[in-house]
């Protein structure tokens, strides 16, 4: 389809380009997810804790202020996949970190 096609949405009753529904269908398939402060995060973003946090199985306490680099969305609104030195498969609740 072209730009100067329109389709009819059922949602919303109205007639709107094809681009413009292929961008808002595509949209509705992403999750937000936003850190403790309410700021949207990204494949890629660096984040900070807030808090002290043991980690379950490796035995160790990440502590407030470590820097995560380059975290990855799982598709989960309330979690985030990272690595950090030691800890394999590791992942974080979004409300513990802030973007940086």
Known sequence: MTDDDYVYDEESGEWLPASELAAKR???GTVEVRD???NLLADGDQ???I???EV???GQTLKRGTLIKSIRLTGDAQEIDCRFDGIKGL???AEF???R
């Open 26 to 28: 595509a949209a509705e």
């Open 36 to 38: 403790a402060v309410g």
């Open 47 to 49: 984040v900070t804790l």
């Open 51 to 53: 808090k002290d946090l």
């Open 56 to 58: 379950k199985g490796a």
């Open 91 to 93: 992942v974080l609740r």
């Open 97 to 99: 970190v802030k973007k």
